[in-house]
């Protein structure tokens, strides 16, 4: 245990490397495990143009490149592994890596993200990013004018349909039900609203598509009516999977207070978990907002919420 770190950062999208950025550039050397997909889901993610301060927009990919640098520039060390155990009891906190490597930390800031769930075609991943989207927030706006699907029947999916008005001439809900599970006020809203219809007890079996000019497109999804058997093909330029994520917290169930669907609990206007010593930042405990700024604002306060803990309770 002679080897203790100030902060031990667990993932590396927007929150994981505000985090590291803010604790490195306040000397604290901050140890940051990357994981299996170092950068987060902007990795996944095509052009991002809400992101502050790139006018002309940056690829995903790019922009987590950026921020990798920007943090190891601050002495910040990166380690593309896993965290495979925590000992929560005390403080040093002990975590084991996939290496088998043994680590001690003063505090630790968990920023492991949510992921969509998906559908898990193969054609839904080979157009992610293309024409499939998991974010109407993110992407509504690249679709202005054109068609698109949304496939859900939940709060969520009637949410991001009803957003997806704001710029497509035309929204499918997709559903493999007869009746949707959403709230009877937020069924009330896109019912009321002239620029949805509905595809009901239909499954999207394939996402169909094109190459153009070196980009891929879509250009429709293959729809399977479940009662019937009967497959069909509806064009569209766009499909939005609206049904639900999914925290990646199972490392720390039975250790840190969660909601009912995994999302770990942090106290108010704070990034503290029910572990003193123990921070949340970004998609692990935000449900709702979901987005890169927000995640990398939430990064910031964690850093803070983590050197303020550090001044004040030494080992």
Known sequence: MSDIKKVVIIGSGPAGLTAALYTARANLNPLV??????????????????????????????????????VKRFGAELLPQEVVSIDFSKRPFRLLDSKKNEIFAETIIIATGAKAKLLNLPSEKEYMGYG?????????????????????????????????????????????????????IMQDKVKANNKVSYLLDSVIEEVVGETKDGKKYVTGAKIKNVKTGETSLIKCDGIFMAIGHEPNTTLFKGALDMDETGYIITKPKS?????????????????????????????????????????????
């Open 33 to 70: 495990y990357e994981g299996i997909q170092p950068g987060g889901q902007l990795t996944i993610t095509t052009e991002v143009e809400n992101f502050p301060g790139f006018e002309h927009g940056i690829m995903g990919p790019e922009l987590m490149e950026t921020m990798r640098k920007q």
């Open 132 to 184: 499939v989207s998991a974010c109407a927030t993110c992407d509504g706006f690249f679709y202005r004018g054109l068609k698109v699907l949304v496939v859900g029947g939940g709060d969520t999916a009637m949410e991001e349909a009803n957003f997806l008005t704001k710029f497509a001439s035309e929204v499918v809900l997709v559903h493999r039900r007869n009746e949707f599970r959403a709230s009877k």
């Open 271 to 315: 990034t503290a978990t029910n572990v003193p010593g123990v921070f949340a930042c970004g998609d692990v405990q935000d449900h709702y907002y979901r987005q890169a700024i927000t995640a990398a604002g939430s990064g910031c306060m964690s850093a803070i919420d983590a050197e303020r803990f550090i001044d004040h309770n030494p080992l």
